[in-house]
């Protein structure tokens, strides 16, 4: 059973748009919730991440948007560039002992 | 990068042959992770450690062994290889407050 299910799948956005990925969550355990970025045949770099006290965090051009009660987060990319594209990944950890990740999205930003 | 190396980068096996995989970290971290990847299903963990010789199973366990003998390194064991752990293995560490997670460069594994 997946412990953080991730949409969509893949993710075409025009330069300059709002590229959105959305991310829910079962276990009201999870105390911890990072979005990693990957490029093709590099390992995931941790880009921004969130703790459940707080619904928002900004960082550039990066937003966690996060509903305690829906068990929901989100990472909202503003202004998306073509540099963005990448696969990007929730994930979600209990006292940060364990990650459970979501399946990925594949973003393609257009020129 | 946190000062994480995977050894090797690359390697083709066949069925039924033990293969060990070595991640290595320069920093002194105490929690240390492997993940195997695959398409479709993202990252799943295979075994993690938070010292020497402490160590616990992940979610997909089944098949593989791992050591801490030292803090620096850690190693993961196909005991015998089977064409289902075809994949892309990833050492991970986390930071001291154990609220960041850093990820080595990957082992593309073959095994035929």
């Known amino acids: 059973q997946q412990q953080v299910k991730q949409s969509p799948q893949s993710l075409i956005v025009q330069k300059g748009g709002i590229s959105i990925i959305n991310c829910a969550y079962e276990?009201?355990?999870?105390?911890?919730f990072p979005w990693y970025q990957q490029f093709p045949g590099k390992g995931p770099a941790l880009l921004i991440a969130?703790?459940?006290?707080?619904s928002e965090k900004k960082e550039g051009r990066f937003t966690i948007s996060f509903n305690k009660s829906a068990k929901q987060f989100s990472l909202h990319i503003m202004d998306s560039q073509p540099g963005d594209s990448a696969t990007y990944f929730c994930a979600a950890s209990n006292n940060f002992n364990k990650f459970y990740f979501g399946s990925g999205t594949k973003l393609n930003v257009k020129p | 990068d946190a000062g994480i190396t995977q050894s090797p980068r690359h390697k083709v096996t066949e069925t039924g042959t033990p293969v060990t995989l070595r991640c290595h970290q320069t920093e002194n971290h105490r929690y240390m992770y492997w993940y195997r990847q695959d398409p479709g299903h993202g990252l799943r963990l295979i075994h993690y450690?938070?010292?020497?010789?402490?160590?616990d199973k992940g979610e997909v366990s089944d098949g593989y062994s791992v050591s801490r003998s030292k803090t620096e390194d850690f190693l993961l064991t196909l005991e015998s290889a089977t064409s289902s752990q075809t994949s892309v293995y990833f050492c991970a560490i986390t930071t001291s407050g154990r609220d960041e997670q850093y990820f080595g460069p990957g082992t593309r594994l073959t095994v035929t």
């Open positions: 276990n009201t355990a999870f105390d911890y």
């Open positions: 450690s938070y010292g020497v010789k402490d160590t």
């Open positions: 969130i703790r459940p006290d707080v």
